[in-house]
């Protein structure tokens, strides 16, 4: 039996960041999962953006994410439930793009879990929405196959990231390793966002000593500035900037390249598993959610990754993907199809742009020596502990046994396959460059480690070139 025809069912990107809506011709809508519910009624998506930030308690971000039919602590007006502001965003684009439609495909977001699945489908039943078919959210998206090369999806939602390896063996579909989904909690767009505005908030008191942080209009306004100020400080090496309250006019004045720094940092434990991931695997294409390209510091980290090609993918690309090619899996009447593969659907013609090319491997970008204080050692090919004792014959760094926070063998440099990594032993805790590592993490030149209390800082340099 053939499936319905093509064009006549809707694909449903469930990104919080960016929800999309698509069918065979392409994207249709896009718009982004915040809900803000007034006295007079619901807004979602674009229309709950001028209020988002003014009436915050009245704000949602985080329906998509939590979905979910349990009791809200505090209601919403008259919503109860995340289910309830997910069913009223859904019913809204169902009758704005559903019309003559047979049925809806989902692209889900790669944390839910098989409960939230399960809700949501019988949530669309009671909205009149007939499921045809699910798929994972990473899956949709890749539709390009990359011989030679890992692949990797990096998933960008409200509240987090999550980075998916994608198994390449004649079709897309997850990877089934330990280790070939991992979420990033603290990152996210949201997160993102606020860094950026207290960034530029910080410019303003520093400049003019208005905090438009210090009240929700202000707040508002500067968030409402935001899309245009990311993409000067994108293009430009110094920005200007104004902003107008009841008390008068005020501006500052943004180095781009220190903001850039900023957003850099706060995506250091993405960069860590990525380091780490490259240096034992190989060459690696990284596809990455369109919305972390309108941030200025994070794609020119990823930029900075060696043996790394990254591709930004096209607003709405797993609606979009899924869309073109479900179509020859679906059954009506069969209940909705379990798409855990996809066909690969495009050559290198059709697929996003490779925005960085081959760059130098991380054994060549190795650091040679570690600095402390005013001095240099050398690490060599065998382990290099740092702590408040060495053993007999080892090589490394002895601190000060008064340190608070210090181990006697509290961590250790060591080369793998020409590439330098820490390894951390202590009950306290390793920081690689402001974030505190998970066992392990690849160093290049120079990251900073800190240890103890008050912080230590050790630099990791390399050794010039002396042809």
């Given amino acids: 039996m ?5 064009g ?12 999309a809506v698509a069918d ?8 982004p999962g915040y809900a803000v519910v007034e006295e007079g009624g619901a807004r979602f998506g674009l229309d709950a953006l001028p209020s988002l ?4 308690h009245l704000a949602s971000s985080r329906h998509w994410r939590d979905f979910s039919s349990r009791p809200l602590p505090r209601p919403l007006g008259g919503f109860q439930s995340t289910a309830d502001l997910v069913a009223a965003q859904l019913r809204r684009l169902w009758a704005r793009h559903g019309a003559g439609r047979s049925g809806v495909l989902y692209a889900l977001p790669p944390g839910w879990t098989g409960g939230q699945r399960d809700d949501l489908l ?6 009149g929405m007939p499921v045809l078919a699910v798929a994972d959210a990473a899956v949709a998206a890749s539709r390009h196959e990359q011989p030679g090369r890992e692949l990797l999806h990096l998933e960008a939602g409200l509240h987090n990231l999550t980075l998916s390896r994608i198994r390449q063996s004649g079709t897309a579909a997850l990877g089934e390793l330990a280790g070939d989904r991992e979420s990033f909690a603290a990152l996210g767009i949201e ?3 606020r860094l950026s505005m207290e960034t530029l908030a910080r410019r303003f008191v520093e400049c003019s000593r208005f905090d438009p942080l210090h009240d929700s209009a202000t707040e508002q306004a500067l968030f409402d500035q935001l899309p245009g100020w990311l993409g000067r400080l994108a293009r430009d090496a110094e920005v200007r900037v104004e902003l107008t309250a009841r008390s008068g006019t005020f501006g500052a004045v943004i180095q781009s390249a220190d903001f850039r720094a900023r957003l850099a940092r706060a995506c250091e434990p993405l960069l860590q598993k990525l380091r780490a991931r490259i240096a034992e695997r190989g060459p690696h294409v990284l596809q990455v959610h369109h919305r972390l390209a309108d941030l200025p510091g994070v794609v020119e980290a990823l930029l900075r990754l060696p043996d790394t090609a990254v591709h930004i993918l096209a607003p709405g690309a797993a609606a979009a993907g899924l869309a073109a090619r479900a179509g020859g899996a679906l059954r009506p009447g069969a209940g909705p199809a379990e798409l855990a593969e996809l066909p690969w659907d495009e050559g290198p013609a059709d697929a996003p742009a490779v925005v960085t090319g081959n760059v130098p491997s991380a054994a060549a970008e190795s650091p040679t020596h570690l600095l402390a204080g005013h001095q240099a050692y050398r690490v060599g090919d065998g382990p290099f502990r740092i702590g408040s004792e060495l053993g007999p014959g080892e090589a490394g760094v002895v601190l000060d046994p008064g340190i608070r926070g210090l181990s006697r063998q509290h ?3 060591r080369r793998e396959n020409g590439a330098l990594f820490v390894f951390d032993h202590s009950r306290f805790g390793t920081w690689l460059n402001g974030h505190r590592i998970e066992g392990a993490a690849l160093v290049q030149p120079g990251d900073v480690l800190t240890l103890g209390s008050p912080p230590v800082e050790l630099r990791l340099i390399a050794e010039a070139d002396a042809g």
């Fill in 2 to 6: 053939a499936g319905p025809a093509a």
């Fill in 8 to 19: 006549s069912f809707l694909a449903l990107e469930l990104n919080d960041a960016l929800l």
């Fill in 24 to 31: 065979a011709s392409g994207v249709l809508h896009t718009e």
């Fill in 53 to 56: 930030r003014r009436q915050a």
């Fill in 122 to 127: 019988a949530l669309s039943a009671a909205l």
């Fill in 191 to 193: 997160p993102l966002l």
């Fill in 411 to 413: 961590c250790t440099l």
